[in-house]
């Protein structure tokens, strides 16, 4: 019997049969603004609060503070959750330079000692940086999804793609990746707009439409119409 867990991003879960298989990697991939960032948090801090499950937090791209601050505006108050020991940001830029196999233990033992079960890596893309020999990192992110299967962690890697391009280039993602899901920018009457489309989700009847997300003062969500 499959587990699925509620992901706890408004309005996707009717899109999957109900949410995320357990211990699954999901790609978020998308174009800067598109909102991974924020979609990553509501997957985080509503597993947390709501679904009982604890998480960890991984920032690369905007540091701890910068991050605090601007999800704030969003109603998620991190700083209020960590005290309550019910999710770690870990904030790697500070130790960035110790390696890619430095950095995963750090994040397992995070892990571990919390024993969370959810975990965003934002951005996977920065995340490797830190791994110079792409030989290296495809045996390091294999070895690393294969723990996080067994650890029954379900996470979310972000990965930036320039606007237009359709691959991630990342290298991985045929064997990391048990799902694949873009957020998408676009311009349609003159107004800037995302749209979300999953493209593939292993061991399940996933919607094959694009649909919109909205951002606003309450978080995002995936809005039921679908959008071409
Ligand atoms: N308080 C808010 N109210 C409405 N929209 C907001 C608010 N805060 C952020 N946004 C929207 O969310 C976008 C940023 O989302 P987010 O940081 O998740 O994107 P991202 O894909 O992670 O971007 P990056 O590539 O820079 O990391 C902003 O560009 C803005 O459109
Ligand atoms: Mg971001």
């Known amino acids: 019997m499959v587990e699925r867990i509620r992901s706890g991003v408004e309005g996707l879960d009717r899109l999957v049969e109900g949410g995320f298989l357990r211990g699954d990697v999901i790609l978020l ?54 005290r309550e020991g019910l999710i770690r940001v870990l904030d790697l830029e500070a130790i960035k330079g110790s390696g890619l196999s430095a950095n995963i233990d750090f994040i397992l033992d995070a892990l571990r ?27 390091l992110m294999h070895l690393f999804y294969k723990i996080l299967k067994k650890l029954g962690c379900t ?45 593939k989700m292993r061991g399940t009847s996933h919607s094959k439409k694009y649909h919109e997300v909205v951002i606003d003062r309450k978080g995002l969500k995936i809005v039921p119409f679908s959008m071409m």
Request: charged share 25%; aromatic share 8%.
């Open 29 to 82: 991939a998308g174009n800067t603004g598109s909102g991974k960032t924020i979609f990553s948090m509501e997957f985080i801090c509503k597993g947390a609060t709501q679904y009982g499950e604890k998480g960890v937090f991984v920032t690369f791209e905007e540091d701890a503070e910068t991050l605090k601050r601007n999800i704030l505006e969003l109603g998620f108050d991190l700083e209020k959750l960590e």
């Open 113 to 139: 000692e919390m024993k969370a079960k959810r975990l965003v890596i934002d951005s996977l893309t920065a995340f490797l940086i830190a791994c110079q020999e792409k030989f290296e990192y495809r045996t």
């Open 155 to 199: 996470s979310i890697m972000t990965c930036s793609v320039p606007t237009g391009l359709s691959t991630l280039g990342l290298g991985i993602e045929e064997f990391i990746a048990d799902s694949v899901i873009t957020l998408e920018n676009t311009v349609r009457d003159g107004q800037l707009k995302t749209r979300f489309l999953i493209r």
